[in-house]
């Protein structure tokens, strides 16, 4: 005859019965766990794509939205090196004609009681290196308009466009005074002349530019469109960065919209939208086309929108049209990757195409493709 269980061993018995079958389900929970975190890695961490040449192109420009290489992005830096970060978008750029974007910090090469920090929440800096790095990656130029590049002063200005001099790296609205600010930078490219302007409409005290006075060039169209039709009239493609809109608002406002179409109808063939720190969308808009935000490329913020980035590849083609490729991409450790995780790019597209027609843009190979009439351009270069 059996003995009877007290309540008590009854409880013990059933405890180690359940502890055998938790241990099994831990060791599955971990298994899962493990297959997907190898999973998360092979989307989000794809190898540098290969340089295409596209065939019958005869002009390619690449361009991306902020650039910061400070902050935490230093700490990425000093572990990794600065190449890493542009390690799986730099075929990107060495297939380009012209490469541009916005650098979002001031450069500091003196002791700190060489500079004036602005009376503001978040400023930014870094050395020299990621001046260098974007020239080793093919730049042309870059865009120092807007609310950053001033953080540490007239001396941090000075001492980030003497190291872009020292480099050989061009650059747009910024400069040692209102005329350098103003300037329009002018390429000649396989043949073409190709300018590019920068304006911030985000503004900081002090750090406009004066006559006599080391700033940023604002947004003032009553100054902007002349220089946009000066720069039409003078080269055959116009490209205008503008550090514009509200932070973290991926709806373009209609003021912007406005100042948008006057640019163009000055002559802009692209404008180049950046400081929301996400992806806006892309307007066509009299066959130009308008980047209101291309959202962050190098930078520290962690949380998701701020992580999908696009890197847009432009060519001119023999027949005149000018397609643009917009690649999809996502922010890791501050290193910007070609995504092939379809939910994420179908994220970005969305963000990207939201409130456009259909018609504007078809999806082809893992991109976004935007193609419109750039015939005039390449009359304009016949001309010349």
Known sequence: ???????????????????????????????????????????????????????????????????????????????????YLFENVSPYFQSSDYVTGNFENAVTLGEEDAYTETDKAILLRSNEEPIEALKANNFTNINLANNHTMDYGEQGLLDTT???????????????????AEAIDYQEINGMTVATLGVTDVTVPGFRALEFGAGVAVSDLDSVLPRVKEAEENADMVFVHIHWGA??????????????????????????????????????????????SLGNFIFDQGWSRTRDSALVQYDLMEDGTGRFEINPMRIREA???????????KKIFMQLTRGQPDDNYTEENGKLVIEVDHSDILKEQKAR
């Open 335 to 345: 290193r910007p990757s070609l995504t092939k995780n379809p939910y994420t790019q």
């Open 1 to 83: 005859m059996s003995k009877k269980l007290t309540f008590q061993e009854k409880y013990l018995k059933t405890l180690k019965r359940q502890k055998k079958s938790t241990n099994k389900h831990v060791w599955i929970a971990l298994l899962i766990l493990t297959l997907f975190i190898v999973g998360f890695e092979w989307l989000y961490s794809p190898s540098a794509p290969e340089a295409e040449q596209k065939e019958g192109s005869t002009f390619r420009a690449s361009f991306v939205g902020d650039m910061m290489f400070g902050r935490h992005v230093t700490d990425v830096r000093d572990k990794n090196g600065t190449d």
């Open 162 to 180: 003497a190291s872009l001099k020292q480099s050989g790296l061009d650059y747009v609205g910024a400069g040692e005074d209102l005329g350098e």
């Open 247 to 292: 932070e973290y608002d991926n709806e373009p406002h209609p003021r912007q919209e406005e100042m948008a179409h006057a640019i163009v109808d000055a002559g802009a063939d692209v404008i180049i939208g950046h400081h929301p720190h996400v992806l806006s969308p892309v307007e066509v808009y009299d066959d130009s086309v308008i980047f209101y």
